[in-house]
């Protein structure tokens, strides 16, 4: 049985506007490429402390919606 999983949730509340910030922020500087390696690295890492496979597929799906 495939579980639900809802994304839609605001977990950070108000933090959520300074994680952007500092997102941002930690882009500053670099190049193109730089920012690409940065955001891979970052994925990566937010993966492996989410830890679950289904919860990440959905993130990949939303985001890819997004993005278009």
């Known amino acids: 049985m495939k579980k639900t999983?809802?994304?839609?949730?605001?977990?950070?509340?108000?933090?959520g506007e300074q994680f952007y910030r500092e997102l941002m922020d930690?882009?500053?500087?670099?190049?193109?490429?730089?920012?690409?390696?940065?955001?891979?690295q970052l994925a990566l890492i937010l993966a492996n402390?989410?830890?679950?496979?289904?919860?990440l597929r959905a993130a990949l799906q939303a985001a890819r919606k997004a993005a278009k």
């Open 5 to 15: 999983i809802d994304l839609s949730t605001d977990r950070l509340g108000k933090q």
């Open 26 to 40: 930690a882009h500053e500087g670099l190049t193109f490429e730089q920012c690409v390696r940065f955001d891979l």
């Open 49 to 55: 402390q989410i830890g679950d496979i289904e919860v």
